[in-house]
Nanobody, 124 residues
Framework: QVQLVESGGGLVHAGGSLRLSCATS????????LGWFRQAPGKEREFVAV????????LYADSVKGRFTLSRDTAKNTFYLQMDNLKPEDTAVYYC?????????????????WGQGTLVTVSS
């Protein structure tokens, strides 16, 4: 059974940095695409960044490109979202997820469920 648990959220001032972690079990990074998503207050959940299986290319949302970096640690079965130069509009609950289908993960049309997420609050 695939399980993912997010952590690392918190309160940070604009311009600051945070690193989110997603601890996984029941899946292999060689066969699953891995992704980060977020849901801001009053808005729908949106895609942030997804990496193809086996360390392939990473796709980022335009709003975070150049500021956020998705990385993986295969030995720890954990992947990360390094968030730099944070802005108040980055305030959201952040979720991680995984699917064998990169396209389905990017468009959030996969069949998996969502975890609790981790809250990131950026003050101005």
């Amino acid at each position: 059974q695939v399980q993912l648990v997010e952590s690392g959220g918190g309160l940070v001032h604009a311009g600051g940095s945070l690193r989110l972690s997603c601890a996984t079990s029941g899946l292999s990074f060689s066969t699953y695409a891995l992704g980060w998503f977020r849901q801001a207050p009053g808005k729908e959940r949106e895609f942030v960044a997804v990496v193809k299986r086996n360390g392939g290319s990473t796709l980022y949302a335009d709003s975070v490109k150049g500021r956020f970096t998705l990385s993986r640690d295969t030995a720890k079965n954990t992947f990360y979202l390094q968030m730099d130069n944070l802005k108040p509009e980055d305030t959201a609950v952040y979720y991680c997820n995984a699917d064998r289908n990169f396209g389905a993960l990017t468009t959030m049309t996969f069949q998996g469920s969502w975890g609790q997420g981790t809250l990131v609050t950026v003050s101005s």
